[in-house]
């Protein structure tokens, strides 16, 4: 079955650059979310999309923005990188109404800022 | 604010026996609770989700308890394998009302390690 899609899998910028993750949720699911892991850390709430709409936001910095095109996937610019931004970046996608919102999780991309 | 909590970072245990995680909120209770597992360098992956008016699930060698009183929901892994070995988070949902989509918000999970 298709999974949750996320490229690249590894990034590494310098500070002050800009990054721009990808997203392709599993084929009909409604729902994109992002999520920012740091190193030994829990996954914490960035965003979610909801039929291509900004749904929810949670500690997304400003310097960060997102959206969800017509095709569904999705894409996390991050402007002005700092080396607090290094961390795994996951994508999430969830088809709601269906009375189990589990979320699907991607592999991640690992950001690395130098 | 809605805060969860993992009471142990780190669990070893004997192969064969019953692991068991516990997972904390402080305020309101959800409408469900969620676990997952999480493997190093990998997304979390979805293992079970139990509603408010359940006290238990079960999916093969896993249960999942949960006891709205307490404020608790207790993960058991019985037969255990050193397979078993990863991460495990409780989620909840920070639901907004009338949103489609909705906030997952995760423990700071229990690294589990079944020894052979």
């Known amino acids: 079955a298709a999974g949750v899609i996320q490229s690249p899998r590894h990034l590494i910028k310098e500070k002050r650059e800009t990054a721009t993750l990808k997203c392709y949720p599993i084929p009909r699911h409604d729902t994109v979310y992002w999520y920012q892991q740091g190193p030994g850390q829990d996954p914490q709430f960035l965003i979610s999309f909801y039929e291509k709409m900004q749904s929810d936001k949670g500690s997304i910095p400003d310097r960060f923005s997102a959206q969800q095109f017509s095709d569904y996937h999705s894409e996390l610019n991050m402007s002005s990188l700092e080396l607090g931004d290094s961390a795994l970046y996951f994508c999430?996608?969830?088809?709601?109404?269906?009375?189990?919102?589990?979320?699907?999780f991607g592999s991640g991309t690992q950001l690395s800022v130098l | 604010s809605q805060k969860i909590e993992q009471n142990s970072e780190a669990l070893n245990i004997q192969e064969g026996k019953t692991a068991t995680l516990t997972c904390n909120y402080t305020n309101y209770s959800p409408a469900y609770l969620q676990w997952y597992r999480q493997d190093p360098g990998r997304g979390p992956v979805f293992l079970l989700l139990i509603r408010e008016n359940e006290k238990e699930k079960r999916k093969e060698r896993l249960k999942v308890t949960f006891d709205t009183t307490l404020k608790q929901s207790l993960f058991h892994i019985t037969a255990s394998q050193p397979a078993d070995s990863a991460t495990y988070l409780c989620a909840l949902d920070m639901r907004r009302s009338g949103a489609g989509s909705y906030q997952l918000t995760f423990g700071k999970g229990t690294k589990l390690s079944v020894i052979p």
């Open positions: 999430a996608s969830s088809s709601t109404g269906t009375g189990e919102e589990k979320l699907f």
